[in-house]
């Protein structure tokens, strides 16, 4: 099932691409066929897995490499525990928005649906491999689909953005290589239900806080951690709209899951002595990054920037190190990915009507647009944690799992919501509210199928997660608690 | 009288407006999607039938409130989320504070959606309004039943959120986003302190059930400066919502919203969240003395300095604005000083009078086209019922007797002589200024000659102005009656055993009661009557005109004139120049260049030296493999220096 789950869309992919140029107009409805199997898997998984169960749940192992030489095998395994699955569930969904926002692609829209569903793989990849290597594969593997995506189908200064974005994972993907392998190598195996039952590292090539700091380079830079951040403004900002929601609420969390999979369940030792090193780069990235978003003059480039700081969440509840902090940091990804990613389709749909991104000129909107205002200010109101929805109960978890470890850092977190509300409530009073625009006189409102089924999808999963949270939290507690009683 | 109320009946005064949004909201989306099933006057009947009923309910509950004499009717807490160690219940509180407060909330935001039957007809955003009025109602009524000090806060933001929505509601003025904005961010900044509240009581006690943690903070096991950071904390939240000094200056531009929004604001939701708070915890701060004497001195000043700031405004909406915020800030003084019941009781009976003078004054602009007091005049003689039932009100804010506002103001003055005459002297005065504005307001609105109006929202500039309809007098004529008898309920003490009861029965001796004395009463009421005639004389008979007086006080007119200037301290010094033009403009240039230009600078660096080294074809991709070998050099060097 897992695997029928994670390589169907590259199936789709295929299937797309090779459709014959007359029938161009199938790629969109071939594509959206895909991603609604992979949605009903993913939710099939998520009612069916076992909540009083094995950690790892629909696991499939098989041996790939082994080597009489050295004494290490290469295994293709997948399974999902309560950290993962979630996240499964949320790449399924936002795949699907991306999908039906993407509805009017004209350009070579057989390659773009086909590059979409391998990204797709790719991502459900990432979070369901327990080998370590094979991990290391499906996260290299994204950056192919998502290259061509931004250089081809984005706007503005895209082929540099593309690039930027590839060559800061790179950069990252080196450490992490190196310090995979250091893992496997020092501990005989790359199964990572095995690593997380390992006791301290004895004899690897690298100290276990240098392995540790590798891979926070890597799961740094994709989260991002500021100052390893800058490639994900102009990522995001030229990319396409679908792709700059699959950006933010899907690839961002490879960073999340990484720390919490790999730094903090197989190192826990390190962890415990870095938490507080990690706090303070939290609580830099969420001030640094609000700040810094209040100034930005460009309706995605804001959004970009809000993404730096809730992320700093995400390392902020890490810190933690206990089952709240763990349990908020994975709430933070889950809601995060939702509300961000709901952010970028609004921003979307109104660059498609005034083609413009720049806050100075767009005024009055609400006007001509009732329908996207009242859909931007709830998932605005969400992004400035908003209690009812999503982005509260993430942010309010992480500050209680926060506080009694390290109480000021948690404060200067808790600031970041003040100024949240700062460049959230400031956007809307200058985009939306105000006096109709004369420029803006002829343009209409979201009023298309593919618009509004993906918006109020979107809106209800937010209230439904904010006012019973308990649905995806439970799991979430269920995946950390092996990780925080290591920790503990 | 009745049976106790069962849980579901509780629950359902909550859940009725709640319902009422939900479903305005849905047909609304229904209707922009085409299907135009749903008539938008039936929003407005909605909103009536559903507030309605939750005032039945809570008179229900006021009734088995009273039967428990003011003790938890328990209703046990429900999961809601639990993470590890952390549980968070919400449960339904009920007792005599919250039972008094539902009365409060539901009775006036009736009167209110009864008015604005009449006064928002015709509004294109009609649907809106009432859907926003439901969800402020329910998210009031939300906050005052909660049990846990998180699920107490959850309804305090949706508090918040919906002034925001309502301050903004005609969102094409400029003057209203702002309004709305700022009251958004200022309430925040003071919820800073009751987020960081909550953390740090959670993290000492391990509870967010506010009962448990009163009987951890009572049995002595949190150390005391841990509850003197919590009350500080959260009346760090509570001076946002309740607009104190120095927290107070969004209240007055929420004018900007629809006058009944007003009404309900000042009287019975959002402003009244914070001294409820206070209320709520009240263990916490009679046990915590830097934390209760912050919440008295604060108060005082607020009191005062507001009144004098209602002195000189011209815009009928804020004096009344000024008027709240001084109200509160004796309530807050009061709360300071251990009045825990007759703080209470005059939010209770302020809450019918206020909200008449806020009805009155919509109904004043109705006529005349305009707030400016400079452009009325002479009302009494055409709106009759509005000139009667507003001086009622005013009559009952300035404490006569034997109106709502002197029974428990002059509780309010008697405890504050026994335990802190400063805070006395100061709401003393505080009296005679009240007297003086609510005066000016009065003659200047209804005596003398009218001076034209102004073309308002309703598009004409009244020549003729007329009495409002009686679907807006209707309200006003109850809330009179009640602004003029409801300070009798207390004669056998009946409120504030009720109120005392709701404490925990360990912390009841800690609240002060009030002795009678006549001298006080007396000395009040002599104040107000000399405020009221010296308002006379300046704005009826003019014996000293006030523009003489303006030049003979010109530092303090000006000064009372640029509110202290604390807008200009906040808005442009603080937030304009230090946050914006310092703080994040320096941080963006540096992101932009400093960090963003070493990366770029790394990438050209590599990209030369690939060039130099020719490792690669032509074109991008050297870049890459350059980022690749970059990475792979300085892994290797360190995998050399750990293992030399």
Not at chain 1, 469 to 474: E, I, L, N, R, T
Request: proline share 4%; aromatic share 12%.
């Amino acid at each position: 099932m897992l695997s029928f789950m994670t390589f169907f869309p590259l199936a789709g992919a295929a299937a797309v691409a090779l459709l014959p140029r007359a029938r161009e107009t199938w790629a969109r409805w071939l594509a959206l066929a895909t991603s609604l199997v992979v949605l009903g898997c993913a939710l099939a998984l998520f009612a069916a897995y076992d909540r009083d169960g094995a950690q790892f749940q629909f696991v499939d192992a098989h041996t790939w490499l082994s080597s009489d030489v050295a004494p290490f095998t290469v295994r293709y395994l997948l399974g999902v525990d309560g950290l993962s699955l979630p996240l499964v569930l949320l790449t399924a969904f936002l795949t699907t928005v991306a999908v039906l926002i993407s509805w009017n692609i004209d350009l070579r829209p057989r390659e773009y649906f086909a590059w979409l569903l391998a990204l797709e793989t790719s991502l459900l990849g990432v979070f369901s491999s327990l080998d370590l290597v094979l991990f290391f594969l499906f996260f290299e593997l994204e950056l192919l689909p998502m290259y061509f995506l931004i250089s081809i189908w984005g706007t503005g200064r895209r082929v540099y953005s593309a690039w930027k974005y590839v060559l800061f994972t790179f950069f990252g993907s080196a450490f992490m290589l190196v310090g995979i392998l250091a893992l496997g190598f020092a501990a005989g195996t790359f199964d990572m239900r095995e690593l997380q039952q390992m006791g301290p590292l004895r004899e690897a090539v690298l100290p276990a806080a240098v392995i540790f700091a590798f891979l926070m380079i890597a799961f740094g830079i994709k989260l991002p951690v500021v100052p390893l951040h800058t490639w994900l403004p102009d990522a995001h900002t030229d990319a396409p709209t679908a792709v700059s929601v699959i950006l933010a609420g899907v690839l961002l969390k490879m960073g999340g899951y990484g720390i919490l999979r790999l730094c903090f369940s197989i190192l826990p030792q390190v962890a415990r002595d870095a938490s507080l090193f990690l706090a303070a780069f939290a609580a830099l990235s969420i001030l640094y990054g609000a700040l810094v978003t209040l100034m930005q003059q460009d309706l995605k480039r804001l959004i970009a920037y809000s993404s730096v700081s809730h992320m700093g969440y995400v390392l902020l509840g890490a810190s933690a190190l206990g089952s709240v902090g763990l349990t908020g940091a994975a709430m933070q990804m889950f809601t995060h990915g939702l509300v961000t990613g709901l952010l970028f389709v609004m921003v979307g749909l109104v660059y498609d009507r005034t083609h413009t991104r720049a806050i100075p000129e767009l005024s009055g909107l609400a006007h001509r647009m009732p329908y996207v205002a009242t859909v931007m200010v709830i998932a605005g109101l969400a992004s400035l944690g908003l209690p009812s929805l999503a982005g509260f109960v993430s942010e309010i978890t992480v500050f209680l799992g926060t506080f009694p470890r390290h109480q000021l850092l948690t404060v200067l977190g808790v600031l970041g919501v003040l100024l949240a509300a700062g460049y959230i409530l400031w956007m809307v009073q200058r985009v939306f509210w105000g006096e109709p625009s004369p420029r803006w006189q002829g343009i209409g409102d979201a009023v298309a199928w593919w618009e509004r089924v993906p918006t109020l999808a979107l809106v209800a999963v937010i209230l439904l997660v904010g006012i019973y949270p308990a649905a995806v939290m439970d799991l979430f507690e269920r995946g950390v608690l092996p990780i925080a009683s290591r920790l503990g | 009288m009745f049976d106790p109320i069962p849980e579901a009946a509780a629950w359902a005064i909550v859940l009725l407006p709640l319902a009422s949004f939900a479903i305005i909201a849905l047909a609304s989306l229904l209707s922009a999607s085409g299907v135009r099933l749903w008539r938008p006057a039936w929003s407005g009947y909605l909103t009536v039938l559903a507030i309605a009923a939750a005032l039945a309910l809570s008179v229900w509950a006021l009734d088995s409130a009273v039967q428990s004499d003011g003790h938890a009717v328990g209703f046990a807490p429900h999961e809601w989320v639990t993470v590890g160690p952390l549980t968070v219940d919400i449960g339904f509180r009920l007792d005599g504070l919250s039972a008094l407060m539902l009365v409060v909330v539901t009775g006036v935001s009736l009167m209110v959606q009864v008015y604005s039957q009449g006064y928002m007809a015709g509004d294109p955003g009609y649907s809106r309004y009432f859907a926003f009025m439901s969800l402020f109602t329910g998210a009031m009524l939300g906050l005052v039943a909660a049990s846990s000090i998180l699920q107490l806060f959850v309804f305090w933001e949706l508090v918040g959120l919906c002034s925001y929505l309502l301050i903004g509601f005609w969102f094409h003025r400029e003057a209203a986003r702002r309004a709305a904005t700022k009251a958004f961010l200022v309430t925040r900044l003071g919820d800073l302190g009751l987020i960081s509240a909550i953390l740090l009581i959670w993290w000492q006690t391990g509870e967010l059930d506010i009962a448990r943690i009163h009987e951890a903070v009572l049995a002595g096991t949190v150390p005391a400066a841990v509850v003197a950071y919590f009350a500080g904390g959260v009346f760090a939240g509570a001076a946002g919502k309740s607009a104190q000094f120095p927290l107070h200056v969004w209240l007055p531009d929420a004018m900007e919203g629809p006058t009944p929004v007003s009404a309900l604001i000042h009287a019975a939701t959002m402003v009244a969240a914070g001294v409820y708070l206070v209320a709520r915890l009240f263990p916490a701060y009679a046990l915590a003395e830097e934390a209760i004497t912050t919440v008295a001195v604060i108060g005082a000043v607020t009191a005062i300095m507001s009144a004098l700031l209602g002195v000189v405004a011209t815009d009928i909406k804020r004096v009344l604005a000024y008027s709240t915020i001084s109200q509160l800030g004796y309530m807050m003084a009061g709360l300071g000083s251990l009045a825990f019941a007759p703080a209470m009781f005059h939010l209770f009976t302020h809450a019918f009078f206020k909200a008449l003078l806020f009805l009155g004054a919509g109904s004043v602009n109705h006529a005349t086209g305009t707030f400016d007091m400079r452009r009325m005049g002479g009302l009494a003689r055409s709106m009759p019922v509005t000139f009667l039932t507003m001086s009622l009100g005013a009559l009952a804010l300035v404490g006569l007797f034997p109106l709502a506002g002197f029974w428990s103001k002059d509780e309010l003055l008697a405890v504050a002589w026994d335990e802190r005459p400063a805070v006395f002297w100061a709401l003393l005065v505080g009296v005679f200024l009240t007297a003086l504005y609510v005066g000016r307001m009065l003659f200047l609105t209804f005596a003398g000659e009218y001076r034209g109006g102004e073309a308002g929202a309703h598009g004409h500039a009244p020549s003729h102005p007329h009495e409002s309809p009686p679907v807006m007098l209707l309200p006003m004529v109850l809330l009179a009656g009640l602004a003029a008898a409801v300070g009798l309920t207390n004669l056998g003490h009946g409120v504030e055993h009720l109120l005392v009861g709701a404490l925990p029965s360990e912390a009841e001796g800690l609240a002060a009661e009030p002795h009678f004395r006549f001298g006080i009463a007396a000395a009040s009421v002599a104040l107000g009557l000399a405020g009221l005639a010296v308002a006379w004389a300046i704005y009826g008979a003019r014996v000293v005109p006030s523009e003489d007086i303006a030049r003979a006080l010109a530092p303090l007119h000006r000064l009372l004139e640029r509110r202290y200037y604390l807008d200009d301290l906040y808005e442009g010094v603080i937030t304009g120049r230090l946050v914006l033009a310092g703080l994040a403009r320096g941080l963006y240039l540096w992101d932009r260049y400093v960090v963003d230009g070493i990366v770029n600078g790394i990438a050209q660096g590599a990209r030369e030296t690939a060039d130099r080294l020719r490792l690669a074809q032509a074109g991008q991709p050297q870049v890459y493999g350059a980022f690749l070998a970059l990475g792979i050099v300085v892994a290797t060097v360190v995998v050399l220096l750990a293992n030399p």
